[in-house]
Structures are given as C-alpha cells and as structure tokens.
C-alpha cells in the first residue's frame, strides 16, 4: 500500500493520529528530505528506514518505490511540509500505483494555500490554486495573464526572494486588486497581511522577508451579458440569481412530477 501522508507546516501538533500511527506502521518513509523527516520522526519516537524522494531524483526513487511496493512493502510518502502531491512531489508516484494496479491512500493534513485562503477574507466559494509561478518576470506575466479574467480567487506560492517582482507583476496584469499575504501559518509569527496589491508591495519594500509566502489575489469582477449589454454583478445579486433560478428549476420538476 502507498500512503501519501500530510505532515505539519510549521506547528508540530498540527500532526494527526492517523499519520503517527502510519508512519509507525508502514515499511518505509520516502522523503522529500530526509534529514528534515528524520527530525520530525525522532520528535515522535518513530524509527524507520528512509529512502530519498524528491524533484532531482523523482524517476529514479519512483521505479524504486513502485518495485518495493510491487514487493508487497508498505511506503509512506512525506513532503518537507504539508500535503505530498501539492506543489511538492507525490503526482508522478500516484500515478505509478494507479498504473500498477497498487492500492494508494492518502492520511489528510495540513496544506498551506487552503489556511490562507480561510484567512485572507477574499471569496472561497470558488477559487483557482496556480503554485509557483515561472521565476523570470516575462514569463511570471504571461502566467498571470492566463487568469486576468477568470472570476475565482487565486493563489500562489512564492518564495521571499521573488515575492517583491512577484507583487509587481500581478499589479500590472490584475491591476490593484484586493489581496493577502500569508506567512509563517501555524508558527508563532503567523501573520496575514490583507490589502491591495499596492500596499502590500509597499509593504513587503520595507522589511526583510523570510520564508514562504502564499499570495492570495481576489478574482475578477463577475459580470452577465443581458440585452442592454455588460451588467457587473456583486456576489449577493449573483446568490440571489441563483437562487431564484434554483426555486424556477424545482417548480418545473414539480409540474414534470404531476
């Protein structure tokens, strides 16, 4: 059986009992870092034996994964922080099981884009997660401009040293958008900036940045074309929309009933 197994983000008691009590049982833990893994065991009195599973050696460590578990082993497979799979290796091994005909699960966890989009105050009735985006600002553009105009809130990773070109980028193709920066989640210096992408560009120019940001950007304005043209609709006229077509759609299946 493979086990993709959530792990903390920040906060070592955010671990659930289900992940403990799989990572004391199974065979074998593929880590992403296996020095970083081997802390988080030794925290909870676990011995097991590590085999290395990252983005450099992903093929390699996967036919090793896929032969130990054809094998009849037990893996359990463990990121740095957070879910496996989620910007993060574990896809490419899913995939590998399913191909094999391998059972695959998965022990739920923490994962970081979905705490901040809870705190970020923006819509979370519909939203678009995009990762990293390219590293170089040509390309970083043309990724933001994918989603101008989609209507979902989106949300990125970005690392500390990027984040400053990152917020100027998103600013010229989203224009000065609500958003929230998230930082630190679950730690003692957990912090949440919400604003416009002005001011937390502003922001962020004034201090030294140091971990892992998650940005969330609220989406674009929702609109209906009618018969005098483009009418922009707030969230509470589209509920309301929406509901009435929901009460029209029962109505109909009533009268179908008789």
């Known amino acids: 059986m493979l086990y993709l197994v959530a792990t903390p983000i920040g906060n070592l008691n955010d671990i659930t009992l289900r992940a403990l009590d799989i990572l004391r049982e199974v065979d074998i833990v593929a880590s992403e870092d296996t020095r970083k893994t081997g802390l988080l065991l030794k925290h909870f009195n676990i011995q097991k034996p590590q085999l290395a599973f990252h983005e450099h050696n992903e093929q390699r460590a996967g036919e090793r994964i896929e032969e130990l578990l054809k094998q009849g082993q037990s893996v359990a497979v463990v990121t740095d922080a957070g879910t496996p799979g989620i910007s993060d ?13 391998v059972e695959v699960t998965m022990i739920p966890g923490p994962t970081a884009f979905v705490m901040a989009l809870v705190l970020s105050g923006l819509p979370v009735h519909s939203f678009t997660f995009r990762g990293f985006p390219p590293r170089k600002p040509v390309g970083r553009r043309k990724f933001f401009t994918v989603d101008k105009d989609a209507p979902h809130t989106l949300i990125y990773y970005e690392s500390p040293y990027r984040l400053d070109g990152f917020l100027r980028d998103a600013l010229e193709v989203f224009g000065d958008r609500e958003a929230a920066l998230a930082n630190d989640l679950t730690k003692m ?13 502003a922001l962020t120019g004034k201090k030294k940045l140091k971990g892992e940001y998650i940005v969330v950007i609220a989406g674009a304005d929702r609109e209906i074309k009618g018969k005098d043209g483009k ?4 969230d509470e006229e589209l509920e309301e929309i929406e509901n009435r ?3 029209e759609d029962g109505g109909e299946e009533n009268e179908d009933e008789e």
């Open 89 to 101: 290796p574990g896809f490419t091994l899913v995939r590998r099981a399913i191909n094999a005909q």
């Open 189 to 201: 210096f957990e912090k949440v900036e919400r604003a416009p992408l002005s001011s937390l560009l």
């Open 245 to 247: 077509e929901d009460e």
């Open 231 to 234: 009418e922009k609709l707030e």
